[in-house]
């Protein structure tokens, strides 16, 4: 781990928030996200808004925003001798394959049965390296180009378990418990290739 950054990309698709887009941009340099991508959609990073109440987390790591779908395709790992393949995983409060994004409902249930839904607790994220985590619009959901991207590199929809009644949580806190999560394991990871 190098400069306290860790292998853990971020990709904010299409998130109009700015409260969200500022609570998910602290959580990502708490957590010691090396990347940050946004894709066209996702309000400005560098809005006095975003700013402001990220308490400037955008100039504390790498950003690179409001690409298009082939632009970020060209900002990930594309295999290398650090890494070989990468992981996508997609964090998705849709929990069936009925549940309609931006797309045609057809393509959604395609693309959601083509991937496996996991608890994120019960994932790997330190299989296949850097760990490229999708978070979408809590009104959106995740493009149909972010399914593409998953299921191009061994992409797992996770999703936090929650009690009887309560559909989904807020984008930020979803992204905060799933984030620590992945810098957890890949922590317990890099200590134990050290040892």
């Not at 964090?91 to 693309?111: L, P, V």
């Not at 936090?160 to 799933?178: C, H």
Request: net charge positive; charged share 20%.
């Amino acid at each position: 781990m190098s400069g306290g950054r860790l292998p853990l990309i971020a990709i904010l698709d299409g998130i109009r928030g700015a409260a969200n887009v500022s609570s998910v941009l602290r959580t990502l340099v708490a957590v010691g996200c090396s990347k940050v991508l946004t894709t066209a959609g996702t309000v400005d990073t560098t809005s006095e808004r975003v700013v402001r109440e990220s308490l400037n987390a955008a100039s504390k790591l790498p950003l690179l925003g409001r690409l298009s779908w082939d632009a970020v395709s060209q900002h990930v790992p594309q295999g290398s001798k650090k890494f070989k393949s990468f992981s996508v995983y997609l964090c998705d409060s849709a929990m069936d394959t009925e549940w309609t994004s931006r797309g045609s409902a057809e393509n959604e249930r395609r693309s959601k049965k083509a991937l496996p839904l996991a608890d994120y607790a019960s994932v790997d994220y330190t299989d296949g390296l850097p760990a490229v985590l999708v978070l979408g619009s809590e009104a959106a959901g995740l493009s149909d180009a972010a399914y593409d991207l998953a299921r191009r590199h061994n992409g797992i929809r996770v999703h936090i378990p929650l009690s009887a009644g309560v559909e989904s949580l807020n984008l930020a806190a979803a992204a905060a418990v799933i984030a620590f999560e992945i810098r957890q394991q890949l922590l317990t990871s890099t200590a134990a290739v050290h040892n």
